[in-house]
């Protein structure tokens, strides 16, 4: 499910504007942990990690694309890695965030991901900010004030549409609906959600 850790890795990311300004982002990551100016993090102290991103218009043309990964630790302290660019990022921009964001989660998923099971089955509430799950369903103030629980079998999908998480599930009537739960930047480790959420759909779907 996630990548075997790398018992070496050393690896120095550099990203530039396309317009080849000497605006530029310098990180070290090693297998203990990612270094950004003056700030490390080892990773075991990684506790969420944010992922955004946005686009602008002025007048139906492309001015200016943000891709940001931040890093919480469970000091308080954080990393915030950023490519802020005129027009829109190059493919090979993409790609190389892509890359870095890849590697910042195989350092962190497997001791995350044992986390999360492992509160689940002992029937904690598993904190998303604006979501919790538990044992006996899903918690949002959407639904009943976030008060009561909505059981997973009444889940029927979720979706991650221009930078916002959708929950669809059927009300207490029956009926379908979707609504939007957070956007994406201020939902953490949305990656851990996602596959915990086809894990317990699959499951539900078939038991």
């Given amino acids: 499910m996630v990548s075997h850790y790398r018992r070496h890795l050393s690896l120095v990311i550099t990203l530039i504007k396309p317009e080849q300004n000497l605006h530029q ?3 070290e990551l090693t297998a203990e942990g990612v270094r950004s100016q003056d700030r490390y993090i080892r990773w075991v102290e990684v506790s969420e990690i944010y992922l955004g991103g946005r686009r602008e218009s002025v007048n139906f043309m492309p001015s200016r694309e943000t891709r940001s990964i931040t890093l919480m630790a469970k000091t308080g302290q954080q990393i915030n890695i950023t490519i802020n660019v005129t027009g829109r990022l190059s493919g090979t921009a993409l790609t190389a965030f892509s890359r870095l964001h890849q590697k910042i989660i195989d350092q ?13 089955n002992t029937g904690q509430s598993i904190g998303f900010r604006r979501l919790y799950l538990r044992r006996d369903g899903i918690f949002f103030s959407d639904y009943l004030a976030g008060k009561t629980p909505l059981p997973f079998s009444r889940v029927k999908g979720y979706e991650i549409k221009q930078g916002k998480l959708y929950l669809a599930y059927l009300t207490d009537r029956g009926l379908l609906r979707t609504t939007k739960i957070a956007d994406v930047s201020n939902f953490p480790n949305i990656h851990l959600f996602s596959t915990f959420m086809d894990y317990i759909l699959s499951k539900t779907r078939n038991p």
């Fill in 108 to 120: 962190t998923a497997d001791r995350h991901w044992q986390d999360l099971i492992r509160e689940y």
């Fill in 25 to 27: 982002q310098n990180l």
